[in-house]
């Protein structure tokens, strides 16, 4: 019998280095041919590595860039050409023109994962008059949705019947492969300038709008009275570094350490006591989730994906966006070396359904059914 072939597609190859490689493999492994479409040449060659047959389609993240009109064109011509048994979208533009352009196949299913709707409560009206009409078109056009947070299987079920809708617990996150030692901590904590009794705080986020470092900043000053032992980590780079780099400098705070982009997170969150997001807009973070499994509480915003991972007053805090008293009230508390301990073991505890194990088990259902309706 001839190999069933599989297609991942995301906007950028990125994302699927990033978080889909275990299901690739999980295909693989069964004998099955893979095949991803996206953009980004470093990580194609991540891909291919993989025995992965990469498909470059000149996806736009923007939905009315004229450059998105090629993409469609191209994917139409690969379907025609190429006949797959199961489509897995990933990324909301890419979805959407990927599941156009396959709509009239009478062979293979179609499934899309949803890493977090742009339409949410809260969100800008233009996020709902754009993205939730493109999604109730394109849900005609999916045998299957998955959806990775609470408040999105609520909207899905606007979307579709329920029972081709399925709640899974995020991409799955992984307990970290090397334990630093003591002694390797102490050297990091100095490459660092973090004093032995810093109290060590990860922001681990792009640099933009969205992931709302000023919300901490601005409150940055007071935390750091209450508790002097405070040492802010930010990493990641992105289009406001200089912006909230500036305000650092301007407002004279201290305890701050730019650390850019790193590739040694897993370390740098073995030596962090409490890790912060503070997002407007999150689908399931895995910076929390791998704060979790490392048994570090959090203090996050009251955001769609956050408040699923977080319980407040249990595993750490979640606060109320711009309520600068609610988040000044978190840090203060988590000063305590007691509670720190405490909620660090709740984490450890709360982590457990989303470990990549288990995850790939929730996969796995859905992508049984789907195959089995498969025509052959």
């Not at 709707?117 to 998955?146: C, Q, V």
């Not at 991409?171 to 004093?195: S, W, Y």
């Not at 802010?232 to 289009?239: E, P, S, V």
């Amino acid at each position: 019998m001839k190999k069933m072939n599989i297609l991942f597609v995301a906007s950028v190859y990125r994302h699927l280095t990033a978080f889909h490689i275990p299901y690739i493999q999980y295909f693989q492994k069964k004998g099955y041919s893979v095949y991803a479409a996206g953009t980004g040449d470093e990580d194609k060659k991540n891909l291919e590595k993989f025995n992965v047959t990469c498909i470059d389609i000149p996806f736009s993240r923007s939905p009315l860039n004229s450059q998105n009109i090629t993409a469609y064109k191209q994917l139409q011509q690969l379907f025609l050409k190429e006949k797959f048994d199961l489509v897995h979208v990933h990324t909301p533009v890419a979805a959407l023109l990927t599941r156009a352009a396959f709509r009239k196949n009478k062979h293979g299913k179609m499934v899309y994962t949803a890493h977090g709707f742009h339409f949410f409560s809260g969100a800008p009206i233009l996020n709902w008059l754009i993205y939730y009409p493109a999604e109730n078109l394109a849900a005609k056009w999916t045998d299957h949705l998955i959806t990775i947070n609470d408040e999105d299987f609520k909207n899905a079920q606007k979307l579709l019947p329920k029972e081709k809708i399925s709640l899974v617990h995020g991409v799955g996150v992984e307990a970290t492969e090397h334990c630093l030692t003591d002694e390797e901590k102490q050297k990091l904590r100095a490459t660092l300038d973090l004093n032995n009794n810093a109290i060590t705080i990860a922001y681990i986020a792009e640099l933009n709008e969205n992931k709302n470092h000023q919300f901490l900043l601005r409150n940055w000053r007071k935390i750091k009275d209450n508790t002097p032992q405070f040492e802010l980590l930010i990493i990641g780079t992105g289009d406001k570094e200089r912006q909230l780099k500036d305000y650092v400098n301007n407002e004279q705070l201290e305890g701050i350490h730019f650390l850019g982009y790193r590739r040694d997170v897993p370390a740098l969150l073995q030596i962090s006591d409490v890790v912060a997001l503070l997002s407007y807009r999150e689908g399931l973070p895995k910076s929390i989730m791998e704060a979790m499994v490392e048994s570090i509480p959090c203090i996050v915003a009251n955001t769609r994906g956050l408040r699923d991972l977080v319980k407040s007053n249990d595993s750490g805090f979640v606060v109320n966006h711009g309520n600068d008293t609610e988040l000044v009230k978190a840090f203060n508390a988590l000063s305590e070396k007691s509670l720190r301990e405490k909620m660090g073991l709740r984490s450890k505890q709360l982590i457990e359904p989303y470990l990549l194990d288990n995850v790939i088990e929730e996969y796995s259902t859905i992508y049984s059914q789907l195959v089995k309706q498969v025509k052959r």
